[in-house]
């Protein structure tokens, strides 16, 4: 008999032990089952390991945001002036604390924040104009002593404010 799953030919085997009133309790037979599909873990990625927040544990680089999600609804809503300069800041640190430089629409921005535990960023600091600022714009700007969540791919950074209910999602900016 042939399985495509050794843990198929293991619980089959199990099962058999003994002369054939003899059974193996169904207890045993999910620890089993556990045990070994923990045991066949190799991807991290797949398996139980906290994923990464970003490969180097810096936010540095320039970055534009792109849309706000609706965490609730999952709802985009993009920029309503696609061919303005749109909001980018400029996110720089030592993976430990950093700085914010950029702009939103209308007005210059500054920061600074610190890199917390478990993919958190609290910002230490956070201003700059605010004259005319669109409303889209103007939800960009990040709150002093607030800590954020962020998760960091190749060419995309996520803000979520904790409790937050909108999620900010910036692109690379080349």
Known sequence: MSFK??????????????DSNEKCSPVLLILLLVGSTASQCTDANLCCAPQACASDNSLSGKWELDYYLDIATGTTEPNPQKNTRGVIYTFSDDTNRGSIQGHTLNNSVAGSYELAPECNIRILGFGGTKVGEPSWSGRAWLSSAEFYHYELR???????PVNGKVRLVFKKVR
């Open 5 to 18: 799953y050794p843990i198929a030919l293991t619980l089959t085997s199990l099962t058999q032990i003994g």
């Open 154 to 160: 190749a060419m995309q950074l996520t803000l979520t």
